[in-house]
């Protein structure tokens, strides 16, 4: 099955097959447990719904390596209009935004860098007019830099900005350290993407053991950590390592994926932690699927189900 994992990262960067799959509906088959649907409206729903079960929300209206400016400019409107819904229905306290630069700009030729960082500042404003906060999702490693870049731009002006590291880099311990400074909140995840070995560790221990060590740096340092992972292994590493850095619940938070390990995202949540649901919405979850079923080749024969009988 891991075998499966390169070529199924690949294809999610593959402009046929996604326009082959895209016409799919996000109710059909595999889609919908990990996209809740295509609108604000359902997706205000779900929030209210895991709100109501003590957890917390971060949403990300789907899209990425956006390459018009007509595109980018609609899907900073979606997040305005989502923030402004999420304060008017009482929501904005416990759902902020998880927002991925290259769908609002920063592929585009020559003024990517630029554009990407004058819609994440309006995206900021809307958040911080509903009393929430924004995320910076991380792509690939070419992007590493500017999207580090504009958060430190970002954060003259809007320090509760946070930003997500990517365990899997070679460069990730030292980006931990730079980060690890109080009011800093900093999600650590494996890594999604498809990355060569000059950047990246490759298997499955080097990355874990590479989590960890990063994982020690954020919760001995004086920011909010933000522990982004399912992995039964690391959930249990982290509720240890943040009682030996004497951390309080609530000085930190887990967060795990919309329709991943649900019960176990409530079992925590009992536990007295904090913990943060994203939730992917809107129409362009190709992207987004091909990576959760790269992470999980199992589910590879559901998806092709349901493309069958579409
Ligand atoms: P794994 O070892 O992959 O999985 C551990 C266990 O979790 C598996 O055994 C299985 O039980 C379960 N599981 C994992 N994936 C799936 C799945 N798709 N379907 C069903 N069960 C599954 N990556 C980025 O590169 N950039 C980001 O900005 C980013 N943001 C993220 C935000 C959040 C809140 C989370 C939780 C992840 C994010 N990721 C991001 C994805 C992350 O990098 C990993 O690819 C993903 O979380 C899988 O790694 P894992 O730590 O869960 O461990």
Not at 222 to 251: C, K, N, T
Request: neutral net charge.
């Amino acid at each position: 099955m891991a075998l499966l994992r390169e070529p199924l990262l690949l294809l999610s960067r593959s402009g046929v097959v996604k326009k082959l799959v895209s016409t799919m509906p996000v109710s059909a088959g595999i889609v919908k447990s990990y996209v809740p649907g295509e609108t604000t409206a359902t997706a205000v729903e779900a929030t209210r719904g895991l709100v109501d079960d003590d957890l917390k929300v971060t949403l990300d209206f789907l899209g990425e390596d956006t390459l018009d400016v007509e595109h980018a400019d609609a899907t900073v409107a979606a997040y305005v209009e989502l923030l402004r819904e999420l304060s008017s229905q009482g929501l904005s306290r416990s759902a902020e935004v998880s927002v991925k630069l290259s769908a609002i700009g920063q592929a585009l030729q020559d003024v990517g860098h630029k554009t990407a960082l004058e819609n994440a500042r309006t995206i900021c404003r809307a958040a911080r007019n509903a009393g929430t906060t924004v995320t910076l999702d991380m792509e690939d490693h070419t992007t590493t830099d500017s999207t580090l870049t504009i958060l430190r731009e970002l954060r003259k002006d809007f320090p509760e900005t946070g930003a997500v590291l990517q365990a899997y880099l070679h460069r990730t311990e030292a980006d931990c350290r730079a980060l690890a400074y109080e009011g800093s909140r900093v999600r650590l995840c494996k890594g999604a993407y498809n990355e060569p070995e000059e950047v990246a560790y490759q298997s499955r221990i080097d990355v874990d053991r590479s989590y960890v060590r990063c994982l020690k740096v954020l919760l001995a340092g004086q920011g909010y950590p933000m522990i982004a992972s399912h992995d039964p292994r690391i959930v249990e590493i982290a509720s240890s390592l943040a009682s030996r850095f004497g951390r309080a619940q609530g000085s930190y938070e887990f967060q795990m994926l919309y329709g991943i390990r649900p019960d176990e995202q409530r079992r925590l949540a009992r536990a007295g932690e904090t913990v943060r649901v994203y939730i992917p919405y809107g129409q362009e979850w190709y992207g987004y699927l091909m990576r959760r079923l790269a992470e999980r080749p199992q589910n590879l024969s559901f998806f092709l189900k349901s493309l069958i009988s579409k």
